[in-house]
């Protein structure tokens, strides 16, 4: 005979196993009704954000969401989305230019930036952005990228097509940023002060597996005073880049593209004159198992002044990232790109980065992806979730010793003549990054550079020390 209290204790246990079911069942349609929020992130290109999700006023959890979604109709079919951001940047350089520019103090860099995106219905958006850069206490004044007090950054229109048999497309007209693939020949330029931008028209195209764009612009020139930003003369960029995924090997994608440049006033090592540049190139990334890699091979063709023009790219990073707390990753930079092997004939051996990053070697960039050969090794180490530390040191050589060093974007900085030192400098760098919250970063920064053979034979060569604190706030 079972006893009583063995009876209603089976009982008991029965009615919680039956509850705990019933519970698990209400958990999940709760789910099902309700979906988790999506974590809104600030994207490179302002204009990539969606904030439709606000729609949900549920998913309102930051004090900036009421001007992320503002309904101008009941369904929220028409909204108005406003974002911005400041930054404030201190820099200071110890023999800038390895001693070649004025030695001075260290100056302020400020950035400030509004735009509102305007969306009547799904079918028409309007991006307008206004830049304002500002440079105070730099010796010589500011460089090109370092100031324009107030101006019209990006003013497009976007007809946005839909969807029709596993195609999309849409089409931006009007000022715009850029930035395609690994951004390291065509960006927003966001390590300087003031970015760039390009006027002209923009069509995206997705299919099933290939996202394509294709663009025919001309480059906006920065300029210090207020409103008086536009295309610089005689320059045309165009170009067509797509990118697919590899479905058979996990984590490969492929990126194809075409990109063509036409200035009438170049110049380089060999003189001046009117380029006309086409470049063609490939790009292999990805990420599998802790490692990520990307290999970027490019050559390009055309003609400069009364010659032809035959150069070339080859860029690469490898890493590996070890699952411990810190998760810490180690890598390697290896890049070279070509410079001209005879300055005496008609034919340009130069590589053009067109329109590069400005963050190759941390902020400092002292010499750019122009007739160079580099090995940069680094170590990245989260500290914290928040909090991570980068410690590299790149190795820098001239790859022709009949062309010079230039600098980032492409200008010569010093002649290759009558130096025929191939070694041009040592960089070590420390870079630590911190994400208070999502609206906020600050960045140290680092670099010691210790000149080479061409440095120290080519003029002033001290060693260089620079320093930078970066505080940014996004909304």
């Not at 439709?52 to 079919?77: E, M, Q, S, V, Y």
């Not at 990520?292 to 050559?299: H, L, V």
């Amino acid at each position: 005979m079972t006893p009583r209290g063995g009876v209603l204790s089976g009982r008991v246990a029965r009615w919680w196993r039956l509850l705990l079911v019933f519970a698990a069942i209400a958990v999940q349609l709760c789910v099902a009704g309700n979906p988790p929020c999506p974590t809104s992130t600030y994207r490179y290109l302002r204009y990539d954000e969606d904030y439709t999700f606000l729609r949900n006023d549920r998913c309102h959890n930051d004090p900036w969401d009421n001007l992320k979604f503002i309904p101008l109709k009941p369904d929220g079919a028409w909204f108005l989305s406003l974002g911005g951001e400041v930054r404030e940047n201190m820099e200071y350089f110890e023999n800038p230019s390895w001693g070649a520019e004025p030695q001075g103090s260290p100056y302020l860099l400020q950035r400030y930036m509004f735009h509102a995106d305007f969306h009547p219905g799904e079918h028409v958006r309007f991006f307008v952005q206004i830049k304002s850069g500002l440079e105070n206490g730099r010796e010589g004044g500011p460089r090109v990228i370092d100031e324009d007090k107030l101006d019209l950054h990006q003013a497009s229109v976007e007809l946005l097509f839909g969807e029709h048999k596993g195609i999309s497309t849409s089409l931006r007209i009007g000022r715009q940023e850029l930035a395609l693939g690994s951004r390291r020949f065509v960006s927003a330029r966001e390590g300087p002060n003031v970015r760039q931008s390009f006027d002209g028209v923009r069509f995206n195209l997705s299919t099933i597996g290939w996202a394509s764009s294709i663009f025919l612009t001309r480059p906006v020139q920065t300029k210090t005073e207020y409103f008086d930003d536009f295309p610089a003369p005689g320059q045309t960029f165009w170009g067509i880049y797509s990118t697919h995924p590899i479905k058979s090997v996990p984590g490969l994608n492929v990126d194809l593209y075409y990109l063509g440049l036409d200035r009438t006033k170049a110049r380089f090592q060999q003189g001046s004159g009117q380029e006309v540049r086409h470049s063609v190139g490939g790009r292999l990334w990805g990420q599998s198992q802790g490692w990520d890699y990307d290999f970027e091979p490019i050559f390009q063709f055309g003609s400069f002044a009364n010659g032809d023009i035959r150069a070339w790219s080859v860029e690469s990073e490898t890493g590996y990232t070890f699952p411990v707390r810190t998760t810490p990753r180690i890598g390697i930079r290896a890049d070279a790109a070509s410079g001209d092997g005879d300055p005496r004939d008609a034919d340009l051996g130069t590589f053009n980065p067109l329109f590069p990053r400005g963050l190759y070697h941390q902020l400092v960039n002292l010499n750019g992806h122009v007739n160079f050969i580099g090995i940069d090794p680094m170590i990245v180490s989260h500290i914290k979730k928040n909090f991570s530390l980068t410690l590299d040191c790149a190795f820098f050589w001239r790859e022709s010793t009949d062309d010079g060093v230039y600098g980032v974007a492409g200008n010569l900085l010093r002649p290759g003549a009558p130096s025929d030192g191939r070694y041009v400098a040592t960089q070590p760098s420390l870079v630590a990054e911190w994400h208070p919250e999502r609206h906020i970063t600050v960045i140290g920064i680092y670099t010691h550079s210790f000149p080479g053979d061409f440095i120290r034979q080519t003029g002033p060569h001290g060693d260089v020390n620079y320093v930078s604190l970066w505080l940014s706030y996004k909304f």
